[in-house]
């Protein structure tokens, strides 16, 4: 966490010349990481690579003045999400190693898919947000800005879930029980 | 103590903590649950120690309130006589204002004339200019981004009231029961319940918003639910538990529908007095209030069991009888009364109430009056003709509501709660003397030599109820006659013949049934096989205080012209329509009053004491061969056939019954079965592919239309193309959560495409 | 900087996310491919709140993350039982819906 910190003024401290190339590199690396995962060929590599694409965005987020988003980020996707993936793949049996038959036959129409909401959504995005800049003196979101938030403003959702956490569990439980 | 110091301070210690008085029973609640098996007494003390001290306060914050509203009115009288205020314009009338209201009118004009008071400022401007502006203490419960919701109490007459009448009767209520119940299984749950119950009566009563109106109204529902099924091994009771509580949601339905609608339509707030305030100053849409007051309608519908959703009332009865007394008499049941003064703005503006002839509320709570009573006469259970008293009771609440008159809504409520809990007590001593049953026809008879006072208080009970001059019910119910406007000199805020009409139809009728009854149960030979007992004092003397009230609370709002005819003090005037009704504020209609008549009054008692008469020579007459017999062959209906078809439709009450169950349960069971399984089959495959299925379908149906340019073919190349595409849509259900997946992320691309075109 | 840019890298996110999804045959990779979509919607929760100055934004990027944990956890337990009923994890198996 007090990586984070520093990080973060280590950020603010650096012009924005630095600051953009260092979200160029991580943007360069989550696009390509995100790339190789969806096309890999073994099921773990896919894994790493997502772990990968996971940490270049927490590292957007510290960029972007969020740093307990980026701890978040970092504790709950790179920590219990990762390895309950893992666990996943493991409890399946999947083979470790390469294997030939990940995709289906229907890759082409997927990538058609995906290509042409990529194409509708960089058009909008121009439109809409063209010349925006963000405010160049960002003032990072503090820690207790954010509990302040969630535990004042936005207690019911939150409340809510928690209930649905509950209720995730318990189904989980449900659905994967040997019986 | 209290009172002398709070006396001092401009909002009083009751009104700042009104709170406390429902919280009392609410903490016995708990308290019961968790210690009161161990308890000598299995927890009845809690409940009945709990219920004494909200009572307590009750009386104290009744008494402050009523204080305060004396000093507003002398206040108001010294400083704003001098004005002149000609004529009512915020009344419906353009004549001259009646002599009872004129000042209360003309003020309540002049400050409609001023721009609306904001609601925040209420509590200032009241203390001078106005009366019985209600005091509202809140916090924040809880907020939500931009939202904030706020719980606390809201402090009025209506409130006030409806506090000393819940406290009151539950406490009798809760002495009565510890003889009653006494020895009873769920003994202890029995007063946990009873304690949960007036707790969520009060905290529904104090409600400053509408959030909290809903909370309490389930609350009470549920512990109606739970008192109706207390003996539940029984089939019938937990039937009519359900009943009770399918019934209400049906109704609830239309509560969260009305409520949101106003939330909405008020600007985003659930506060009573700003919804109100919004909704008489015009700000609020006429269309949104009237879908909302619509919506209500439905929840007071079966709340207070109006017709068409009264049928569950009846069948609570098989719950104990103090509970029938307290909820399904004399308290929860008038929480749909209560929903509609409490919104009465709303309701007020929503069905343009002043200055009309008919309109739903009014409407319903006729038909209600009559319906329930004529049931009422085929009864063999004593509950039951009760029961449907009580149905055509609260249609009088609702009918006087319904046309405008306010106080005499409220004070027949107020009555009302007296001497029906008074009757319910009465029927369960009875039924406590004969082996707890409630048949009147098998099981009773002759019982006034052997529960003399039971008899005595039932009886007075029973007039109050057919209004019989001077007891409680003739006051309230000769005000809602006179509130509808119809008789000559009275002035109401319209012209309803209706209601007008089917209320004094229903004053015969009521006289008629309670001598039916009183004649079947304490006249004639005993008929049952038990030796009947007068009941113990416990249960005795809530009867004698409940009869005692019955007497006395009508002189409460006596008629103006009466006061001055008969030479009594001014004072006692209205005196009910003061302290409860509140006057000239942004929150309230400027509501009309109907002036007194003594021609009606006559006339309405006179046909009361008339149809009690003929009830009573023609049971005489009935039972002067055969005093044992417990079923009559040559009655009415055995000699004439249209009594006899009367009293089958009667007897299966209007076949509402048959028509719910039977018909639209029935019918709609089975097809909504096979159309889930229908759309499990159909729809849900095809949900993706609806779009192109319809426009495929439309576009052979417009291709062949077009071509043949004939109807007939049109007709049968549809068929062919629902079957057509069925074959080939058939083929695109593949099962394939993939291909799904890729039509859905394909059309969001090529929507987003053509909004970008487009637009 | 420019908002747009982390804009349009969480739309690149998407779909590629959007592409796994579709062309994955095994039910663990599209749900990793679900968490890269929701990922994207985070980026641009996280960035549009920078934008406004308001910590709504974060609050909500937290709530996904939540709601992404509760996601996984069902989602593998629906994995798991498909494996455990028909030996295999590849989703095109799952075509019960077939008309």
Known sequence: ?179 | MFAAEAAETAVSWFYTHAWVIPALPAASFVLILFFGKRLPFKGAEIGITAVAAAFVLAVLTTFTWIGDVQAEIASHEEGVTTEEHGTTEGGTTEEEAPATSSEEEGLSSGEQAAPAIPAAEEEEEGAHATRGAPIVTERTWFSNGADTFRIGTLVDGQSVMLLFVVTFISLLVHVYSTDYVHGDRRYTHFFAFLSLFTAAMLYYVLSSNTLQMIMGWELVGVCSFGLIGHWWEEKANSDAALKAFFTNRVGDIGLLVGMITLYFASGNTFDVVEINSKAISGETSHTALLVASLCLMAAVMSKSGQFILHTWLPDAMAGPTPVSALIHAATMVVAGVYLIGRLYGVFWMGLSIPGSSINAMAAIGAVTTVGGGLLAFVQRDIKKVLAYSTVSQLGYMVTALGVGAYTAGMFHLFTHAFFKACLFLGAGSVSHACHHSFDMKADMGGLRKYMPKTFATFIIGSLALAGIPPLAGFWSKDEILVGTGVFPGTDGNGTYWMPFIFGMITAGLTAAYMTRTIWLTFFGEYRGHAHPHESGPRITTPLIILAFMAVVVGFLNLPEPLVSTLGLPEGWAIRFEEWVEPGGIASFPAIGHASASLPLALLASALAVLAGFLAWRYYQALYAKDPHAAEYTDGLRSRNSLAAAGYKVLDNKYYLDHLYTGIIAGATKGPIASAAYWINQNIIDGIINVAGKFSVGLGRFVYHFIDQGMVDQAVNASGQTASGSGQFLRRIQTGQIRQYATLMFGSAALLVAVFIIAI | MYLNQFLILAAALFCIGVYGVLARRNGVLVLMSIELILNSVNINLVALSAMNGDVAGQVFALFVIAVAAAEVGVGLAIVLLIYRNRRSIDIAEANLLKG
Do not use: C
């Open chain 1, 1 to 179: 966490m007090s990586a984070v910190i520093l990080a973060q003024e280590a950020l603010s401290r650096t012009e924005s010349g630095v600051v953009n190339a260092f979200f160029a590199v991580l943007a360069i690396v989550a696009v390509v990481a995100a790339l190789k995962m969806v096309t890999s060929n073994n099921v773990v590599h896919a894994a790493l690579y997502l772990l990968v694409v996971l940490s270049a965005v927490a590292g957007v987020y510290v960029i972007l003045g969020a740093e307990f988003v980026a701890a978040t980020q970092v504790l709950v996707y790179l920590g219990a999400i990762m390895v309950l993936l893992l666990f996943g793949v493991m409890l399946t049996r999947a083979k470790i190693g390469a294997e030939t038959d990940l995709d289906n036959e229907q890759r082409w129409i997927g990538a058609l898919v995906g290509l042409g909401m990529m194409a509708v959504m960089s058009y909008s995005l121009w439109e809409g947000f063209g010349d925006d800049k963000l405010p160049d003196s960002m003032v990072p979101q503090t820690t207790q800005a954010v509990s302040d938030s969630i535990f004042g403003t936005y207690l019911v959702p939150f409340e809510a879930l928690s209930l649905l956490l509950l209720a995730a569990l318990i189904g989980a439980v449900v659905v994967a029980r040997r019986d």
